[in-house]
């Protein structure tokens, strides 16, 4: 079970935010997109980066997620 800072906002009483700049939605379509990828590299010849370059983008994108959902839940909390 993972840990999901939206649902704590929504335990704590605040605005559920579903922003970005990578969600779950983006997230799905990034790996989708670099698995297409990845099956058409060895055909091509080329370089298998497609699903190492595209997991690090997820990574990326999720910490600065979980940061600006986290401001967000902060925010909400001090400004009751």
């Known amino acids: 079970m993972g840990f999901d800072v939206r649902l704590l906002g929504g335990a704590l009483g605040v605005t559920q935010h579903f922003i970005g700049p990578i969600a779950k939605q983006h997230r799905m379509f990034t790996l989708t997109i670099a698995a297409l990828l ?22 990326v994108g999720s910490i600065v997620t979980v940061c600006r959902r986290t401001q967000r839940i902060v925010g909400e909390m001090e400004a009751r």
């Not at 058409?40 to 990574?59: C, D, K, Q, W, Y």
């Open 38 to 59: 990845s099956a058409v590299e060895p055909m091509l010849g080329t370089p298998l980066r497609a699903m190492p370059i595209s997991l690090a983008v997820i990574v």
